[in-house]
């Protein structure tokens, strides 16, 4: 039961619980070669999946064995601020598929974020605090970078919006790239591949 912040716990610190520093992280600590030999499991080959998305089966996992991945490179079964991490620097594409770069520009930042110092902003005044509050003056680092995961619904939107996307999120087809463009006649006949015969008369 909790009153205003008060648990049978004692005060909480939402902001404390919530930063990186209060969990120690080992991301930085293992081989990059480990995580790619873990990825390497999970390739889709030549398979449906691979022909279906027209991706390269090789160097394409699904999206869904990060969690297997994640829980293979520990050996163990991960803990909650750590699936948090995880998730938070690899997994904000919709695409059903990642590719090996997009894991690899992930797990950079993911080991950045693992070794990294950068704490929350803190106060020791209030008129500090207030005049930055009133100037919107905004720290040198994003909360993507101090803390585990979004804290609130309305810091779910955007959080991941500071990130690269990936390079198959940026490919834009150009009009006379498309199939219909390519395979557009001057009339129904030359486009659908036949002869359109008149209704008799």
Same mark, same amino acid.
């Given at each position: 039961m909790s009153f205003f912040g008060l648990t049978s716990? *004692?005060?909480?610190?939402?902001?404390?619980?919530?930063?990186?520093? !209060?969990?120690?992280?080992?991301?930085?600590?293992?081989?990059?070669?480990?995580?790619?030999?873990?990825?390497?499991?999970?390739l889709i080959g030549e398979s449906d999946i691979s022909v279906a998305l027209e991706v390269d *089966?090789?160097?394409?996992?699904?999206r869904a064995k990060l969690g297997d991945i994640l829980k293979d490179v520990l050996g163990r079964q991960p803990r909650k601020f750590e699936l948090d991490a995880w998730f938070t620097h690899l997994?904000?594409?919709?695409?059903?598929?990642? #590719?090996?770069?997009?894991?690899?520009?992930g797990l950079d930042r993911l080991i950045a974020f693992s070794a990294g110092t950068v704490s929350p902003a803190t106060f020791t005044s209030f008129d500090t605090q207030r005049v930055t509050h009133i100037h919107h003056?905004?720290?040198?680092?994003?909360?993507? !970078?101090?803390?585990? #995961?979004?804290?609130?619904?309305?810091?779910?939107? #955007?959080? &991941?919006?500071t990130k690269p996307a990936p390079?198959?999120?940026?490919?834009?087809?150009?009009? #006379? !790239?498309?199939?219909?463009s390519r395979g557009e006649g001057r009339d129904?006949? !030359?486009?659908? *591949? &036949?002869f359109i015969c008149g209704g008799a008369t």
């Open positions: 716990l *004692g005060p909480q610190d939402t902001i404390k619980d919530a930063a990186k520093t !209060s969990q120690e992280y080992i991301f930085h600590t293992i081989p990059v070669d480990d995580y790619v030999d873990q990825f390497n499991k999970y *089966g090789s160097t394409h996992i699904v997994d904000f594409d919709r695409s059903g598929v990642m #590719g090996l770069d997009e894991y690899l520009k003056t905004r720290v040198d680092y994003e909360p993507q !970078s101090t803390l585990r #995961g979004p804290l609130t619904t309305a810091q779910e939107v #955007g959080w &991941h919006a390079p198959e999120a940026a490919t834009r087809h150009t009009l #006379g !790239s498309t199939d219909v129904a006949a !030359s486009y659908y *591949g &036949h």
